[in-house]
């Protein structure tokens, strides 16, 4: 059983030690969850939600100015919390497979005024993108090219 965990470590590029990595340092940690909160998920998560709550919002006018903004509040709360947890993991995973060195210049990047302007681009980029590809179906364009090149595949029809 011993070898065919290890055999299953070695094929999927892992290493084999009986001895766990070592935890990353308080910096280290610092670091990552500060480069994962300025992250992609940091950026975009709260635009979603921002839309979804307003969504839900304007589909219950019968709430009151207060219950409207005790809704928004809590959604906001609830969208922070939610990044937060997320910034957290990913930024241990950043301090357990990047270097200190690294994690250092990259904060320190995101701190520039150019990752700024970047990151501020990067939800109506990501936007767009998500757009052009919606409805892709990218099993059903595969499967259909690789019927037509081999003749295999293709759910019954030559």
């Known amino acids: 059983m011993a070898i065919a965990i290890l055999m299953a470590m070695v094929l999927a590029g892992g290493q084999a030690t009986a001895v766990p ?4 340092s ?3 940690e610092a670091l990552g969850v500060k480069l994962a909160a300025n992250g992609v ?3 975009l998560l709260p635009t979603m939600t921002d839309r979804e709550i307003g969504e839900i919002a304007d589909a219950h006018p019968e709430l009151s100015a ?3 903004d005790q809704w928004l509040a809590t959604g906001r709360r609830i969208a922070d919390d939610a990044v937060a947890r997320a910034a957290t993991r990913i930024g ?3 301090a357990m497979t990047l270097s200190l060195d690294d994690l250092r210049a990259l ?3 995101n701190a520039s005024p150019p990752a700024q ?3 501020a681009a990067e939800p109506a980029a990501i936007m767009t993108a998500a757009q052009a590809l919606d409805g892709f179906d990218f099993k059903g364009t595969l499967t259909a090219e690789f019927c037509k090149a081999t003749g295999k595949l293709c759910g ?3």
Do not use: D, M, S, T
Not at 21 to 24: E, K, T
């Open 21 to 24: 990595p070592a935890a990353p």
């Open 41 to 43: 998920l940091a950026i």
């Open 117 to 119: 302007h970047w990151r």
């Open 92 to 94: 241990h995973q950043y």
């Open 26 to 28: 308080a910096e280290a």
């Open 156 to 158: 019954g029809k030559k």
């Open 107 to 109: 904060v320190a990047f």
């Open 66 to 68: 207060a219950e409207n």
